[in-house]
């Protein structure tokens, strides 16, 4: 078997008494399994005495899924006066981790910002388009899951003014189009 066949946990992956059991997996019912996801590796065996391969798992470098506490980068989809609604693309500060399909999470009005939370307008924190960089803080419902951009780090991180032109940060809570001198109000990220 190559590195590039993918697991998830529970899958059979062969016979103990055809294959050894090596890192990330066990045994079970007499057959091989994979203990976590990743990519199956299968090693000859180099010993005359144990002829059988030795099996292995490893995960892949990074979160394959948004967990508790993870930073994502996403697009906001949609907005309403309680809630905005995010498009998670990566996992990661920098987006290091893209995701391969996108995963729904929403951004609650009480979740925006640390301070002043019941001051806090939505559609003056976001706007449909608008990249966000966020922490996850619940896996959510079974629809979506929840972030939080209640840190100076994490807020609006690229934005595109009403006239279409790319917006760069001017402060804390302003976006300026340098082409019409239009300033617009988000929940501006601070720059790591």
């Known amino acids: 078997m190559s590195t590039s066949t993918l697991t998830l946990p529970g899958q059979p992956l062969g016979p103990a008494s055809a294959n050894n059991p090596g890192t990330g997996t066990h045994i079970q019912s007499s057959h091989v399994h994979s203990s976590l996801a990743g990519a199956l590796t299968s090693v000859p065996s180099k010993s005359k005495s144990q002829p059988q391969p ?3 798992i490893t995960r892949p470098a990074g979160p394959l899924v948004p967990e508790t506490g993870t930073v994502v980068l996403g697009r906001i989809t949609r907005t309403n006066p309680r809630q905005a609604t995010l498009s998670i693309l990566a996992l ?8 391969r399909d996108t995963f729904p999470a929403l ?35 079974e629809r979506s899951y929840f972030c939080s951009t209640a840190k100076n780090e994490l807020g609006v991180v690229m934005a595109v003014s009403e006239a279409g032109n790319q917006m760069v940060p001017v402060s804390w809570r302003e976006f300026l189009d340098e082409r019409t001198g239009v300033r617009e109000v988000r929940k501006v990220a601070k720059p790591v």
Request: contains cysteine; glycine residues 10%; proline residues 0%.
């Open 54 to 56: 030795t099996l292995t």
């Open 92 to 99: 990661g500060s920098g987006g290091e981790h893209t995701c």
């Open 107 to 141: 951004i609650r009005q009480q979740d925006i910002r640390a301070t002043e939370i019941d001051k806090v307008k939505v559609a003056e924190s976001f706007r449909v388009g608008d990249v966000v960089r966020a922490v996850v803080i619940s896996l959510g419902d």
